[in-house]
């Protein structure tokens, strides 16, 4: 599969070097893609590197690993329609202020053609592509209008390694997923660590996957 991967911070870096891990076709799309932080993340994962537009559209599927003040400004010169949008980000803000409009509701009436993915938002960004290294099972959340996206996607998280994966409905669930933030921000700080994850504990009738 061809993927852009929009930034060069820990998550790009992580998605963008466990997609290379498995065989994929992927651009990863910086700010400078000249300097000398995206040509050394070229170098350590073996992607292509290129402006945001050139990452979107060399893409089949698109990340958006930006801060999610940033995002749809970006993603306005970005070739997204009709394509897979995985949407990861958090707002800075909401460490501390109320979200008005969820990012991943707002990228998708910004660009409605987009089959916009909300998913890994709450997750260490070590942890979004090796799961498997916390030994025991914890959960990743999935949101989306377009019900075969997040099927689509399903499968990738499930080649990422993830076997707990919860499918909270449409993309209402992003205010949810995106205000787990300053409660993530807190347990980094009290356990000194962001090796940890989100375990959602049922009965087995539950319809979790
Ligand atoms: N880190 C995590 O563990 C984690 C976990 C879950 C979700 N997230 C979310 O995922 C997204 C990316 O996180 P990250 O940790 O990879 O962030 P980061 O390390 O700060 O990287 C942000 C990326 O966005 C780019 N960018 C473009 N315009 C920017 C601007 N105006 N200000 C700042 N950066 C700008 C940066 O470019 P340059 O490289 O040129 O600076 C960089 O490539 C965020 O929305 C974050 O909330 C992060």
């Given at each position: 599969m061809?993927?852009?991967v929009?930034?060069?911070?820990e ?7 466990k997609?290379?891990?498995l065989?994929?076709d ?6 400078q ?7 050394a ?5 073996g992607?292509?590197?290129g ?13 958006n690993?930006?801060p ?11 070739a997204?329609d009709?394509?897979?949008l ?6 800075n803000?909401?460490v ?16 409605p053609r987009a089959r ?5 938002n ?12 916390l030994?025991?099972?914890h ?5 989306s209008?377009?019900?075969?996206a ?12 993830w076997?707990s ?9 992003c ?10 921000m ?12 989100l ?5 087995d ?5």
């Amino acid at each position: 599969m061809k993927f852009g991967v929009l930034g060069t911070g820990e998550v790009g870096s992580a998605i963008g070097g466990k997609l290379m891990q498995l065989g994929h076709d992927v651009v990863i799309g910086s700010r400078q893609p000249g300097g000398d932080k995206a040509r050394a993340l070229g170098a350590r994962t073996g992607a292509g590197i290129g402006s945001y537009r050139e990452a979107a559209a060399h893409a089949e599927w698109v990340f958006n690993a930006l801060p999610g003040e940033e995002a749809i400004g970006i993603l306005r010169g970005c070739a997204i329609d009709d394509k897979i949008l995985i949407d990861i980000a958090n707002y800075n803000s909401a460490v501390d202020q109320p979200i008005v409009t969820p990012i991943g509701e707002a990228i998708q009436a910004a660009f409605p053609r987009a089959r916009l993915v909300k998913t890994l938002n709450s997750v260490s960004a070590h942890l979004m592509v090796e799961p498997t290294s916390l030994g025991r099972p914890h959960h990743v959340f999935v949101a989306s209008n377009d019900i075969s996206a997040k099927s689509e996607v399903t499968e990738l998280l499930r080649s990422f390694g993830w076997a707990s994966i919860l499918d909270l409905g449409d993309l209402t669930a992003c205010r949810a997923m995106e205000q787990l933030i300053p409660l993530w921000m807190r347990l980094e700080e009290k356990l000194g660590t962001t090796h940890f994850n989100l375990a959602v504990v049922h009965d087995d009738a539950s319809p979790a996957a």
